[in-house]
């Protein structure tokens, strides 16, 4: 299974698993063991130039921070476009970045409740997206 709606993601084993437990309903982070960072998306190497590091179930359920409306799309996306993007804030402060749907322009705001769930464009693809809770 890859992520995206274009091969952009190298096949790792972190993006294996961070694929495999959208495919379970779950969001995983990282956190790094030496200074207890987080990160979502997750991430191999930690700012303060640790690779220990350690998954966590990250809150699927946040805030929308900000948001956009794509008319003009890249080669990838074109066939959805216009789409909306949004920026989600999640418990503890992270930001996850990704596609609206179920909205409107008209029923966007800053604080909008959203959840983060799983979407398949194609079988061979997995992809997350931003619903209004």
Request: aromatic content about 6%.
């Given at each position: 299974m890859k992520f995206g709606y274009?091969?952009?993601l190298p096949e790792t084993e972190l993006v294996n698993n961070f694929i495999d437990a959208l495919g379970k309903n779950r969001l995983l982070g990282t956190q790094c063991k030496k200074?207890?960072?987080k990160y979502l998306p997750p991430r191999a190497h930690c700012k303060c130039g640790s690779t220990?590091?350690?998954w966590f179930d990250a809150p699927n359920i946040g805030k929308l921070r900000t948001y956009t409306?794509?008319?003009f799309a890249p080669e990838s996306m074109s066939k959805y476009a216009p789409y909306i993007v949004g920026v989600a804030e999640v418990e503890g402060g992270l930001s996850l970045?990704?596609?609206l749907t179920g909205v409107t322009p008209s029923m966007l705001k800053v604080g909008l409740p959203i959840q983060i769930v799983p979407h398949q464009?194609?079988?061979d693809r997995t992809v997350y997206k931003f619903k209004p809770v």
């Open positions: 274009a091969s952009w200074c207890s960072q220990d590091l350690e409306v794509v008319s970045m990704g596609q464009p194609d079988t």
